[in-house]
């Protein structure tokens, strides 16, 4: 089946300084890549859909220039949080889209846990 | 806009059935999937209803009435190990790419 690969797993960085956060989908072509975020013991909630070769619709309150998302190819999506701080913290999903039959289509990386400090 | 009602806790008994409801609000619907999430782990899809009816997939099913707006996920046979957090998800176009948008999630506890 369909595999996201999400790294890294996790990650502790200063406050102020930028995190990198890979998505790729490893055996299909994703035009559409989802990134959602999840505090604890709350539900995942979208922070924007990229699209390949074109820039990122974010959700509403989702700061554009805070998270960068390139999706360059049809098999890597990036999501970078610039200058993070503590509320920040979080764990980040991407998910891919593929037309599976019976699926509805979504898988998702293992999520990237962050924390500033 | 979108939304989804599920119960926010669900107790049930090692071996016993447990359902789950999903009720939702959206603008377009393509879809309603259901995912497992265990603590500090990534949502795991679990299934998915497109028309109405049940759909069986071994000690899980979800059923859909989309003239109800209205859904339920089914597990039978509880084990331990089915101690997790359940989201129903419905599938709406937005700007074009379909997106999930999720429920605040059911905290099912099995107990011996």
């Known amino acids: 089946g369909a595999v996201v690969s999400q790294h890294p797993s996790w990650v502790i960085c200063k406050s102020g300084t930028s995190v990198k956060i890979e998505c790729r989908s490893l055996d299909f072509q994703a035009t559409t890549m989802f990134w959602y975020r999840q505090f604890p013991k709350q539900s995942l909630m979208l922070m924007a859909t990229?699209?390949?070769?074109?820039?990122?619709?974010?959700e509403q309150g989702v700061e554009k220039d805070k998270f960068l998302i390139n999706h360059a190819s049809l098999t890597l999506s990036t999501l970078t949080v610039t200058s993070a701080h503590p509320e920040d913290s979080s764990f980040y999903i991407c998910?891919?889209?593929?037309?599976?039959?019976?699926?509805?289509?979504?898988?998702f990386g293992s999520g990237t846990r962050l924390t500033v400090v | 806009g979108q939304s989804l009602e599920q119960p926010s806790e669900v107790t049930a008994v090692e071996g016993a059935i447990v359902q789950i409801n999903c009720t939702y609000q959206t603008s377009g619907f393509y879809g309603l999937s259901w995912y497992q999430q265990h603590d500090g782990g990534a949502p795991t899809f679990l299934s998915y209803?497109?028309?109405?009816g049940l759909e069986e997939t071994g000690r899980f099913s979800s059923f859909l009435s989309r003239s109800d707006s209205y859904g339920y996920l089914l597990l039978q046979e509880l084990q331990m190990k089915d101690s997790a957090s359940y989201f129903c998800a419905v599938r709406d176009s937005g700007a074009g790419s379909y997106q999930l948008t999720f429920g605040k999630g059911t905290k099912l506890s099995v107990i011996p």
């Open positions: 998910s891919a889209r593929e037309w599976l039959r019976g699926t509805g289509g979504y898988t």
């Open positions: 209803n497109a028309l109405d």
């Open positions: 990229s699209n390949e070769g074109s820039k990122a619709t974010y």
